[in-house]
């Protein structure tokens, strides 16, 4: 590679000494892999032709690759089905099964688990990049993700002077907070009344959180109303209720053992459970997600990290209610057995692979079509206990999987045509990884 081709101007260092030793840095293999985003925001870089080896750079953009992001989405809902069924046979057996019956405890150590998710996008960045200097390769790191976080603070790639200034730390804190809280406080409302209405009911309500994802879409999103998607919501629903209430014996038990008062209060919270996951979903697409012209790749570790930042608040905040739950012998706290703490591991790496997926996939497509995905997880979880725990698979768990199923096609239909079907306006400009070694 002929080292006169190079423009060094460009060259994002984080110091004047890594400027001043740039052109010997050039016979680095890792010094042509630039690990950073082009952005057309750079003055310089608008000046600059594509190929050269600056961090920031315009290029022309050509369409979206919609095959390539189909097929990306399509991994992603199999791995958030695969890994959301995964976590409810764990937590249902550490708690049922094994007897550690401590649900805030378990939603703690679960959400609080997420945190996990940035080393491990380090350590697949890391394996990516092998000869990297360690200094510059975190310095790539967290120029990139303050530059995404600026992306998705404005909502452009385009980035004027003073925005490129502007550090996006408070707003991300603030989002990722009330993200955080959305969540827990959603998941939490389902903990409570677990106790004080039917399974029956807890499954239904729970899941009509499709209906307020949609609703939610079209109000805050500015989505359209389509027929499809009409369809498919109504049919997602009707599937859960035929499968929660599809078996009139439990039915009846379960009504009998739980008071009136008692389970109209219950389902009262589930449902304000319900309302806070729909909108979950939708401020994560409204307040945490990069322009549409943003590339799979980057949405997804955009995801990665956000999903992580929960994690970290959840640490730092939700531990509050635990020891109130333990001194009111709401839920006394208890170390796990060994084989418990062990599946609950796996649930743990189970649901922050199913966060990473499910946020990633919403990122792509839409807060109703991941919504309607996980609805997914209720029928497969019935067919993993059937296959693997000699439950019996009803006429009413087939009836509604089917249904369920239907909805995700249609949803899915028109998300893609929505999405790639149509006319849009094409961005100028695209955001990529530089490819590596390329020449003038």
């Given amino acids: 590679m002929p080292e006169s081709s190079h423009k060094l101007e460009g060259l994002p260092s984080a110091s004047k000494q890594d400027k001043e030793s740039a052109a010997p840095l050039l016979e680095d293999a890792w010094e042509v892999e630039w690990d950073v985003y082009s952005d057309p925001a750079t003055t310089e870089a608008s000046e600059s032709e594509p190929g050269t080896p600056t961090a920031l750079l315009r290029h022309t953009f050509d369409g979206p690759d919609s095959k390539k992001r189909v097929i990306t989405a399509a991994i992603l809902m199999a791995l958030a089905v695969v890994t959301l069924v995964a976590q409810t046979e764990a937590t249902v057996y550490v708690q049922r099964d094994l007897g550690w019956d401590k649900p805030y405890l378990i939603l703690y150590l679960t959400h609080g688990f997420y945190i996990i998710l940035w080393p491990g996008l380090l350590a697949f ?19 990139v993700l303050r530059r995404t976080a600026q992306y998705v603070e404005h909502q452009t790639l385009d980035l004027s002077a003073s925005q490129t200034i502007k550090s996006p730390i408070p707003y991300m804190v603030t989002t990722c907070f009330i993200q955080c809280c959305a969540l827990n406080i959603a998941a939490a409302t389902w903990f409570v009344a677990a106790n004080m209405t039917t399974p029956s009911d807890l499954t239904a309500i729970n899941n009509t959180s499709a209906i307020f994802t949609y609703v ?12 499809k998607k009409n369809v498919a919501v109504v049919l997602a629903v009707i599937g859960v209720l035929i499968i929660a209430y599809g078996n009139p ?14 389970r109209l209060l219950g389902n009262i919270i589930t449902a304000a459970g319900a309302v806070l996951f729909g909108l979950y979903r939708v401020l994560f697409k409204l307040k945490a997600c990069l322009p549409a012209e943003a590339t799979a790749g980057m949405n997804i570790t955009f995801s990665v990290i956000v999903g992580s930042s929960i994690g970290v608040f959840t640490t730092l905040v939700f531990w509050i209610p635990l ?31 199913f966060t990473a997926s499910f946020l990633s996939l919403t990122a792509l497509t839409s807060p109703v079509l991941s919504s309607v995905a996980a609805m997914l997880s209720i029928f497969f979880v019935a067919l993993y206990d059937w296959l693997f725990t000699g439950h019996d698979l009803t006429k009413a768990t087939l009836g509604g999987g089917f249904s369920i199923i239907i909805a995700f096609l249609l949803i899915g239909w028109s998300t893609y045509q929505e999405t790639y079907g149509e006319d849009k306006v094409i961005n100028e400009h695209e955001m990529r990884r530089m490819p590596p070694n390329e020449e003038v």
Avoid: C
């Fill in 323 to 353: 020891p109130l739950l333990h001194f009111t012998g709401w839920e006394t706290f208890e170390l796990p057995s060994l084989w418990a703490a062990l599946w609950i591991g796996v649930g743990i790496i189970s649901s922050a692979l």
């Fill in 249 to 262: 014996t439990d039915g009846e038990s379960d009504a009998t053992a739980v008071s009136n008062k008692k």
């Fill in 216 to 227: 939610f879409s079209v109000w805050l999103l500015k989505e359209s109303m389509r027929v």
């Fill in 125 to 143: 960045e890391r394996f990516r990049q092998p000869g990297k200097p360690w200094g510059r390769f975190f310095e790539d790191h967290f120029y």
